[in-house]
């Protein structure tokens, strides 16, 4: 009987270690499924980042005073709204390296003028074409052309393609201009001296055709007219090839994702916005003012009249002035007279007191307003280095505190440590209180010493900042 009653009393055991083990085997299994299940689409979606390759190049992406543009650049801010998802745009001029970096899943997309050809790489899928365009012949006008009659001119320039034969032409290294080229080799029965460039960009390659250094070069014909309003000796109206699609890339096992890409350009391409943005970077006149301008990035490397000042400046204090050009941007759109209603004045919208405070008595010449704003973020930039030790976090800690005042700062650090956050990490943790900081529950708490802010102006002052700052990286130098 006692024997009896052990078995009785064992069978539960047995049975609840059973049902715990295949649990925990179904729960194993059901995390391995789902994990394999997600897909590219879910995974960016779920991160809220949109990681994006494109080249810097006159007509994808640049910074014109002060501001981001660019044709490929709007259209991927579109898609990234569209996807409520943040774009993180990154520069790449060179293809080859762009495509293994996809494949190494450092980027999402490639937003580039991709050609599509047969011959692609078995590892990225192309999208829907974004646009059309031919690849052209990029050659010097003769001295003084605008003198001579249009037979004479015409006369002076190739226009079949046979005369290109035993002429020296430059292209990237492994691009489709590159095999274009060795197909008009065979295709005329002649050989053409084919150079592939590594060193240089297209645009580069351009301007060198435009300086009279190399006499030819082949490029997609919209960035070559584009060039033409910068270069009018160049001439471009010779093809090389039939009309080609141009569209972007992903990685070859996103299938979701290429599908949600290709019914999004399909709709966008139809849009008037779509018709808007290629007006402006492909047809406007006003492109010519754009290249003509001292502050347009590719041609000539300027953000502001002010960009010396700044970077003697920040030199001596030791900081990156492109940060420091970024939050100028936001603070006065590069006016040195702005001027607020609070009294805040000039490019870094300083107040007198904090002039009086460095001891700066011209805070209204562009030099010593900048000064007391350097100032001023290097003495909040101390304050928090003790308790915040990663700089690329405490940067924004001391932009808010720049904006806001360091006492709400310090407020919502201590309502991120009461409900347990985390009081030296910004995303999710203290800018979450700082914005609540409007809401009474929260201004009213006994750990706030401060009272009521607008800590939602502040939370977007440091993302814009930081956003424009990571532009000026892209693409200016240190």
Request: proline share 3%; net charge neutral; with cysteine.
């Amino acid at each position: 009987m006692r024997r009896k009653i052990r078995y009785i009393l064992f069978i539960p055991v047995v049975v609840g270690f059973i049902l715990w083990y295949c649990s925990g085997r179904l729960n194993t299994n059901s995390e391995k499924n789902n994990k394999s299940t997600e897909t590219e689409l879910t995974r960016i979606l779920k991160s809220g980042k949109l990681k994006a390759v494109v080249d810097y190049n006159s007509t994808n992406y640049f910074i014109y005073q002060g501001i981001p543009m660019g044709f490929k650049y709007e259209i991927l801010q579109h898609l990234a709204n569209d996807m409520q998802v943040k774009l993180e745009l990154s520069v790449n001029n060179n293809q080859e390296e762009s495509f293994n970096e996809l494949i190494g899943k450092k980027y999402d997309l490639i937003a580039k003028n991709l050609i599509i050809t047969r011959n692609r790489n078995q590892n990225v899928s192309y999208t829907e074409p974004l646009e059309q365009s031919r690849q052209v012949l990029v050659q010097r006008k003769p001295k003084n052309w605008q003198l001579l009659t249009t037979n004479a001119l015409e006369d002076s320039l190739i226009r079949n393609q046979l005369d290109l034969a035993g002429k020296k032409v430059y292209v990237l290294k492994n691009s489709v201009y590159y095999n274009r080229m060795i197909n008009l080799s065979e295709e005329i029965g002649e050989e053409i001296d084919i150079v592939q460039d590594s060193i240089y960009g297209m645009e580069q390659l351009i301007a060198m055709v435009a300086k009279g250094e190399i006499d030819y070069t082949v490029c997609d014909e919209n960035m070559a007219k584009v060039n033409q309003i910068y270069y009018p000796d160049l001439d471009v109206e010779t093809p090389v090839s039939f009309p080609q699609n141009i569209a972007w890339a992903v990685r070859a096992d996103s299938p979701e994702w290429l599908s949600y890409l290709n019914n999004w350009i399909i709709n966008f391409r139809n849009s008037r916005t779509y018709h808007i943005l290629y007006q402006k970077y492909f047809e406007s006149p006003r492109s010519g003012v754009r290249f003509n301008s001292d502050y347009y990035s590719y041609t000539k490397g300027k953000l502001t009249p002010y960009d010396e000042i700044i970077r003697n400046v920040c030199r001596g204090e030791g900081m990156d002035w492109r940060l420091v050009a970024a939050l100028i941007r936001q603070e006065s759109n590069f006016v040195d007279t702005a001027e607020s209603w609070t009294g805040a004045y000039g490019l870094m919208q300083v107040l007198p007191e904090s002039a009086e405070l460095f001891k700066i008595e011209d805070y209204k010449s562009p030099k010593g307003n900048i000064q007391v704003g350097i100032n001023l973020l290097k003495w909040l930039d101390d304050h928090f280095k003790e308790e915040v030790p990663d700089s690329s976090e405490r940067i924004k800690f001391t932009l808010a505190a720049y904006n806001v005042g360091l006492g709400h700062v310090q407020d919502a650090q201590r309502l991120a440590e009461k409900y347990d956050r985390i009081p030296i990490v910004w995303n999710d943790n203290v800018d979450y209180f700082l914005r609540k900081k409007s809401v009474a529950k929260y201004y009213r708490d006994p750990v706030v010493r401060y009272g009521y802010c607008r800590g939602e102006e502040s939370y977007l002052f440091v993302n814009k900042i930081l956003d424009t700052y990571h532009h000026y990286c892209n693409v200016i130098e240190k």
